[in-house]
């Protein structure tokens, strides 16, 4: 397993959009599975934000659905995060994630998260 980084987090006021940025250090063209959560609170559950699978396919759970998109840049071994249109109850600290196909997304790579924070 590589690591990974995430950065990219700050404040940012509602309605405004953040690209976040997780750079691994392996390459991410054959990881069978790469995305984000988020964790609102300290104790809570972390929650799917975005997907992305080998072969380009990506997932957004309905939630949000039309205010991110997730991507990968393979040759900057990069997966991206761009969120749109934010509202305070995005504010969480952000992890992105890696996995092969024999692990779980609980037993896979995980970076260290990045914080944003939505407010005025």
């Known amino acids: 397993q590589g690591q990974l980084v995430e950065s990219g987090g700050g404040l940012v006021q509602p309605g405004g959009s953040l690209t976040l940025s997780c750079r691994a250090s392996?390459?991410?063209?054959?990881?069978?599975?790469m995305g984000w959560y988020r964790r609102r609170a300290p104790g809570k559950q972390r929650d799917l934000v975005a997907?992305?699978?080998?072969?380009?396919?990506?997932y957004v759970p309905d939630s949000m659905r039309g205010r991110v998109t997730v991507f990968r840049d393979n040759a900057k071994n990069t997966l991206y995060l761009r969120m749109n249109n934010l509202e305070r109850d995005d504010t969480a600290i952000y992890y992105c994630y890696s996995r092969k196909s024999s692990e779980t997304r609980e037993n896979g790579n995980w970076g260290q998260g990045t914080q944003v924070t939505v407010s005025s």
């Open positions: 997907s992305t699978q080998i072969g380009g396919s990506t």
């Open positions: 392996m390459n991410i063209s054959t990881v069978y599975d």
